[in-house]
């Protein structure tokens, strides 16, 4: 684990590749471990600070770029304004050194900020999203893959295989902290299938919620998701508990605002959402404690 006091200290001498170098090794750790969270915090403040005051120079376009990553990702959060600095500020870096496709491969992530829009309209024919011209030729190999004799009358099975070499997998938990409540579900609830980050739209009769919503509910009811739901595969794999897993970033106003309309939505639905925010680190043994001290009755479902 890379030690928060050495973080602060790179990042006081603004070495700024080698200390987002060890955050990016304890991203995982970091909403859990306060000493963690104090130092990246400490990192990002002063990152931001020397934004302000200059040119972006190597070091620093390397350090943006983790930054960057690990916000889109899910693994260290900064406000909407930093990253839209962040992208900004290293998008200029790459275009003033030449390097267009790196320019616009980070302004798709801001596409209507400055100089992001310049940038991407400088390449009008290339559709967003797709990172090298390769991309548009290359088709993905579908072939039919032989199944039993016996079979053949009942089923024809096709495969299509990656594109190329790239991998844009994600990982279904956004922190540590879901993946250690999901195994800490599993374990408490072994008759029950416990799914991580379920839509909204998929738990609730939209069509018969939509006149009860504000139009702030109706597009989270698009957009949301919910942190981990307890399905009974026994019954038709009907959904019978919800759980969120709040942290410090829940205090924003705008995610208080977002919660609470999660809240309503859930509940006109005929859920009981169980909020848990664990102060400090919480592994999972820790939430195998709190979900069996829950005593949840969850009965047939």
């Given at each position: 684990m890379p030690d928060p006091e050495r973080i602060a200290a790179l990042a006081y001498d603004e070495a700024w590749a080698e200390a987002w170098a060890l955050v990016h090794d304890a991203a995982e750790s970091i909403e859990t471990d306060r000493r963690l969270s104090w130092a990246a915090s400490t990192l990002t403040d002063a990152t931001f600070r020397r934004l302000q005051e200059g040119a972006v120079t190597q070091d620093l376009a390397d350090s943006l770029e983790r930054l960057i990553l690990l916000h889109s990702g899910g693994l260290y959060h900064v406000s909407g304004d930093r990253f839209q600095t962040a992208v900004a500020r290293l998008v200029g870096f790459h275009r003033n050194q030449d390097n267009l496709e790196d320019a616009r491969h980070y302004a798709r992530f801001c596409p209507t900020a400055e100089p992001c829009a310049e940038v991407l309209a400088d390449d009008p024919g290339r559709p967003p999203g797709?990172?090298?011209p390769d991309d548009l030729r290359s088709e993905p190999d579908v072939s039919a893959r032989e199944i039993a004799?016996?079979?053949?009358?009942?089923?024809?099975?096709?495969?299509?295989?990656?594109?190329g070499s790239a991998d844009h997998r994600r990982d279904p938990f956004r922190s540590p902290a879901e993946r250690a409540f999901y195994r800490a579900a599993r374990e408490v609830y072994p008759t029950y299938l416990p799914v991580p980050n379920v839509a909204l739209n998929t738990l609730v009769d939209a069509d018969a919620l939509k006149p009860k919503l504000s139009g702030a509910e109706r597009s989270l009811l698009y957009t949301g998701l919910v942190d981990c739901v307890l399905f009974n595969p026994e019954n038709g794999l009907r959904?019978?508990?919800?759980?969120?897993?709040?942290?410090?970033?829940?205090?924003?106003?705008d995610r208080q605002e977002s919660d609470a309309h999660k809240n309503r939505i859930l509940s006109l639905a005929g859920y009981r959402l169980h909020r848990i925010r664990p102060h400090g680190e919480a592994d999972r043994a820790a939430f195998v404690r709190l979900l069996r001290s829950l005593s949840l009755s969850l009965g047939t479902g």
């Amino acid at each position: 684990m890379p030690d928060p006091e050495r973080i602060a200290a790179l990042a006081y001498d603004e070495a700024w590749a080698e200390a987002w170098a060890l955050v990016h090794d304890a991203a995982e750790s970091i909403e859990t471990d306060r000493r963690l969270s104090w130092a990246a915090s400490t990192l990002t403040d002063a990152t931001f600070r020397r934004l302000q005051e200059g040119a972006v120079t190597q070091d620093l376009a390397d350090s943006l770029e983790r930054l960057i990553l690990l916000h889109s990702g899910g693994l260290y959060h900064v406000s909407g304004d930093r990253f839209q600095t962040a992208v900004a500020r290293l998008v200029g870096f790459h275009r003033n050194q030449d390097n267009l496709e790196d320019a616009r491969h980070y302004a798709r992530f801001c596409p209507t900020a400055e100089p992001c829009a310049e940038v991407l309209a400088d390449d009008p024919g290339r559709p967003p999203g797709l990172q090298r011209p390769d991309d548009l030729r290359s088709e993905p190999d579908v072939s039919a893959r032989e199944i039993a004799p016996d079979l053949a009358d009942r089923f024809s099975v096709t495969v299509t295989d990656p594109t190329g070499s790239a991998d844009h997998r994600r990982d279904p938990f956004r922190s540590p902290a879901e993946r250690a409540f999901y195994r800490a579900a599993r374990e408490v609830y072994p008759t029950y299938l416990p799914v991580p980050n379920v839509a909204l739209n998929t738990l609730v009769d939209a069509d018969a919620l939509k006149p009860k919503l504000s139009g702030a509910e109706r597009s989270l009811l698009y957009t949301g998701l919910v942190d981990c739901v307890l399905f009974n595969p026994e019954n038709g794999l009907r959904p019978v508990a919800c759980f969120e897993l709040d942290s410090s970033h829940h205090d924003a106003p705008d995610r208080q605002e977002s919660d609470a309309h999660k809240n309503r939505i859930l509940s006109l639905a005929g859920y009981r959402l169980h909020r848990i925010r664990p102060h400090g680190e919480a592994d999972r043994a820790a939430f195998v404690r709190l979900l069996r001290s829950l005593s949840l009755s969850l009965g047939t479902g």
